[in-house]
């Protein structure tokens, strides 16, 4: 005897705005869902990230409104000018070279 799927209605949101619903296997909900959690992590780490802190790592300047650079670690970012993050990265690769030799 075939084992019976279960069938969700899924509400669907169209381009126009529009809900539609279709029907899924429990297996294709289950995916869904994970896919709903994975959008919703990535998110909520995205949003943590959008505001900048209101100065320079580097130089200490007030951040203003032109292209910025920031890097994400574990538990900490760092915004800067993108002259500072190019005077950062060439002073981290003369410290990379130094330890080499």
């Not at 574990?74 to 080499?100: N, P, V």
Request: hydrophobic residues 45%; aromatic residues 8%.
């Amino acid at each position: 005897m075939a084992a019976v799927k279960r069938l969700y209605q899924v509400a669907c949101v169209t381009d126009t705005g529009e809900v539609d619903y279709i029907t899924v296997t429990d297996r294709l909900f289950a995916r869904l869902i994970r896919l709903k959690r994975d959008i919703a992590y990535e998110l909520e780490c995205e949003a943590q990230f959008i505001h900048p802190t209101k100065l320079c790592f580097l130089c200490s300047n007030e951040l203003g409104s032109e292209n910025l650079v920031y890097w994400i670690g574990a538990d900490a970012q760092i915004w800067l000018h993108a002259e500072c993050a190019r005077e950062l990265a060439s002073h981290l690769i003369a410290d990379t070279k130094r330890l080499r030799n």
